[in-house]
């Protein structure tokens, strides 16, 4: 069974603070995501990386960075909080789509708040 | 701009009726579909998918009707169930990204 996990469930952290969430995925899969959750918007697709050292900018990469040094672990960045980046943080994986139709894997997600 | 869009926010439905949840899409380039579920605090968990050359897919209590003409599919449960209560995500895949919409609460009363 696929097991993607995030680090934290819940972070409180201060506005200006450099934030790090981390992700770790046990199915050797490729691809990585980060998206955000908030009420009345869904998932909005942060970043995301295919292959080691490799990223791509999401819907909404403005305030955030990535790292992917390992293929199984994909780290997102808040380089400097702030409180509008208040949100549920989720972590995903999945195989390549030319590889398989396999869909995306959700880790429980880090409510993220910032004060 | 949303290319995938869910317009009901929330759905109440009776135990033991049918819950039928709604999504429309508007670029005609996406060629897969899926359903996500999400229950409070924990990470949302694939349902069922169909592809655009499919207008029908079944799985249990769960079928997906896709509407190609109408840019548009649904979610049929039957019967509803109290453990359905969730949060269930359209999404449509673009590459090797997933475009979500904005998602609709059900809630089955027992």
């Known amino acids: 069974d696929v097991k993607v996990t995030q680090s934290s469930r819940y972070l409180v952290k201060r506005t200006g603070e450099k934030v790090f969430l981390e992700c770790v995925q046990d199915m050797d899969h490729e691809n990585m995501f980060w998206y955000r959750q908030d009420p009345g918007l869904g998932l909005r697709l942060i970043y995301f990386?295919?292959?080691?050292?490799?990223?791509e900018k999401g819907d909404i990469p403005e305030g955030y960075s990535v790292s992917r040094e390992k293929k199984e672990r994909f780290s997102l960045i808040l380089e400097s909080a702030s409180t509008n980046q208040t949100s549920m943080y989720l972590c995903?994986?999945?195989?390549?789509?030319?590889?398989?139709?396999?869909?995306?894997?959700f880790g429980d997600g880090t409510r993220l708040s910032i004060l | 701009d949303q290319q995938v869009k869910q317009n009901s926010p929330s759905l109440s439905v009776q135990e033991g009726r049918i819950s039928i949840l709604n999504c429309d899409y508007t670029?005609?380039?996406?060629?897969?579909f899926l359903w996500y579920k999400k229950y409070p605090a924990e990470g949302p968990t694939f349902l069922i998918s169909i592809s655009s050359i499919k207008d029908k897919n079944e799985d249990g209590r769960f079928t997906v009707f896709l509407n190609k003409s109408a840019k548009h599919l649904s979610l049929h449960i039957v019967p509803s169930q109290p453990g359905d209560s969730a949060v269930y995500f359209c999404?449509?895949?673009?590459?090797?990204?997933?475009?979500f919409g904005a998602g609709t609460i059900l809630r089955v009363k027992s």
């Open positions: 990386s295919y292959d080691v050292k490799m990223k």
């Open positions: 670029n005609s380039m996406f060629d897969y």
């Open positions: 995903a994986s999945s195989f390549l789509s030319r590889i398989s139709n396999q869909p995306q894997h």
């Open positions: 999404a449509a895949i673009s590459g090797d990204k997933l475009v």
